[in-house]
């Protein structure tokens, strides 16, 4: 832990360097001021971290820049722009379409919070004389003494409805250890309220939902772009068969549009949901009906964990558990297997656990850690 954190909930000292995320958005722009209402010498670092089709409809990059520097010149603070498009290609865009082409549906947000805000940023930072970093994240962190030893906690946002903590889960100690989340302490309409009283030019911006710096595009086209496709036959969990798909990569578990075979056939009437790939076999089963056994699960396989404390939850505890991100709490059982692996055992079915996508735990309001889902078991 940092020498300048003490016991609590970490804020900015007055007088210190942070380095705030520019992105262009309203929760950002906030956190600017905030820290400069504080004493804070604030800098501002707008990342461009996609290249391709950037002059497109859905490429919000140029706007962004103008909405970024827009704001640092109402709050009165420097701004620069720096280019992280290589490291984002290399560090996350290449996992991410391996992740799909294994047939997985990965989160690009919380390898791009990891690889590039809170590694090249941070780094980028440091260079600048930076002593902390601070972005627009609904999130806290708490300096607390364990076992003898300092160290950081990742909480859960105050606004419940705005958290996200789940995006944070693969942050170590000394990334926690320098950032700040001046937002994590307000609810979103707090945040608004602020950037209208203030006149800020993005006071009543959109927030942002497409994926990590690409932008709100359709997902399909732009995929199909990177990977290849490869049809195949769409079977029910009769065996018989309902469709063709353009190749299982376009697809993930709990899917129910763009499936492409109908609403009422097959007889019951009930909407089509995507429940499995079959990768060797080329082979995509759907099934009818949201609440269907295949789509529900009582328990799940994690691998490549990541423990903020440095350790994992003890065996058997009963935890709370995210597998996605608007997901309220799920109590389980933890099986760690080992400190790269664990089991979770749902105290109640789960829906649509998807293999690629993060389990995020939480003791209380403390973000532990989590996993990539490796596997659900079926109810």
């Known amino acids: 832990m940092s020498e300048t954190l003490t016991p609590g909930v970490v804020r900015a000292r007055p007088g210190e360097r942070v380095v705030v995320g520019l992105s262009g958005g309203v929760d950002s722009a906030v956190t600017a001021w905030l820290l400069k209402q504080q004493g804070c ?42 280019n992280f498009a290589a490291e984002y290609r290399e560090r996350v865009f290449a996992a991410f379409l391996a992740e799909y082409q294994a047939g997985r549906t990965p989160n690009p947000d919380v390898l791009c919070n990891a ?12 260079r600048l004389g930076a002593e902390r970093i601070a972005t627009g994240h ?11 030893e300092p160290r950081v906690e990742l909480l859960r946002g105050l606004d419940a409805g705005k958290d996200q903590s789940y995006f944070l889960h693969r942050l170590t100690q000394a990334q926690l250890s320098r950032a700040l989340f001046p937002v994590g302490e307000l609810h979103k309409r707090e945040v608004r309220e602020i950037a209208a009283r ?32 490869q049809p195949g036959p769409i ?24 499936i492409g075979i109908g609403g009422t056939r097959g007889g019951s009437g009930d909407p089509w949901f995507v429940a499995r790939k079959d990768m060797a076999r080329n082979t995509l089963y759907v099934v009818q009906g949201h609440d269907h056994p295949w ?60 293999p690629g996508q993060s389990a995020v735990l939480y003791r209380s309001e403390v973000c532990l850690g989590g996993g990539v889902i490796e596997a659900s078991i079926p109810s």
Request: aromatic letters at 10%; glycine letters at 8%; hydrophobic letters at 40%.
């Open 115 to 126: 690889e590039i805000k809170f590694k090249a940023f941070l780094d980028h930072a440091m």
């Open 198 to 229: 203030l006149a800020l030019p993005n006071a009543a911006k959109k927030d942002s939902t497409g994926i990590c710096f690409i932008g709100e595009r359709p997902f399909r086209e732009f995929l199909n772009r990177y990977l290849p496709t």
């Open 235 to 258: 079977l029910d969990d009769r065996g018989a068969l309902v469709g063709e798909h353009v190749g299982l990569a376009f697809y993930t578990l709990g899917q129910r549009k763009g």
């Open 41 to 82: 010498e604030v800098i501002g670092l707008f990342m461009k971290n996609w290249e391709d089709d950037d002059d497109s409809e859905y490429c919000s990059t140029r706007q962004d820049w103008i909405d970024a520097a827009s704001v640092a010149d109402v709050i009165g603070i420097d701004i620069e722009a720096v």
């Open 138 to 148: 609904y999130a806290r962190v708490r300096a607390v003494i364990d076992q003898g």
């Open 295 to 354: 789509l529900c699960s009582d328990a799940l396989v994690a691998s490549d964990a990541h423990w903020i404390g440095g350790r994992p939850p003890a065996q058997g505890e009963s935890i709370g558990a995210k597998t996605r991100y608007r997901q309220s709490d799920a109590r389980g059982l933890i099986e760690p297997v080992t400190e790269a692996r664990f089991n979770l055992r749902f105290d109640a079915p789960q829906w649509a656990a998807t």
